[in-house]
Structure formats: C-alpha cells, structure tokens
Nanobody, 121 residues
C-alpha cells in the first residue's frame, strides 16, 4: 500500500486542521497517525482499522484529536482542534501491520512522506 499524507500548513494557535491520508488500497489492517517534532522521537497519535475498529488514541491527545476514515475513498483523516505551538511537527500516516494496531512505530510500515504542521503563537 502507498500512503499520501496532506492537509498540513502554517496556522495560528487556536485554529483547526484536518489532515488526510490517502491509501492506494485497503490491503493493510488500517492506518495510524504519528508526529515528529525536531529533535524528538516519533510520537503515536491515533489509529483506526478500515472496519472502524481498532480505534486507539494516545491518552494525552483524546481531547483535541479525532481520527476517522472514509472506507469508499480509502482515506483516513485526523482532525486537530485548538492547535498549539507544541503541535508543530511533521505528521505521518502509516499502515498497521496487525489488526490490533499499536502505539509503536515498529508496528507500522509503508510510511507516507509526512505533512508539515506549523503553529504560530
């Protein structure tokens, strides 16, 4: 599967963004979103199976981040509300390698190229 992330940009604090991850097919179990800020490790945000199951969030992100999927369009979305400067990072989507998903990067493959989100204060 090939993944294409999009929807990032430069926004002011308090704004919202919806990131998209378009998949070439649905051969994976589902899609996960991660982010990586400069000098920091890649951080899990959320994942969802194509069936809508295997829905997981990083506990600290449940209030402002919402994952969803459009099965027909083979696209998974990540809605981010009330953006903060500390959300500045490259956001990546990747394919789940197990039906359960997970919060570790090694539980995913076929990483997309990432989309940059920059939040100004």
């Amino acid at each position: 599967v090939q993944l294409q992330a999009s929807g990032g940009g430069l926004v002011q604090a308090g704004a919202s963004l919806r990131l998209s991850c378009a998949a070439s097919d649905r051969t994976s179990f589902g899609i996960g979103w991660f982010r990586q800020a400069p000098g920091k490790e890649r951080e899990f945000i959320s994942c969802i199976g194509w069936s809508g199951g295997s829905l997981h969030y990083r506990s600290s992100m449940k209030d402002r981040f919402t994952i969803s999927r459009d099965y027909a369009k083979r696209t998974v979305y990540l809605q981010i509300n009330n953006l903060k400067p500390e959300d500045t990072a490259i956001y990546y989507c990747a394919a789940m390698t197990t039906v359960a998903g997970g919060d570790r990067p090694d539980q995913y493959d076929n990483w997309g190229q990432g989309t940059q989100v920059t939040v100004s204060s």
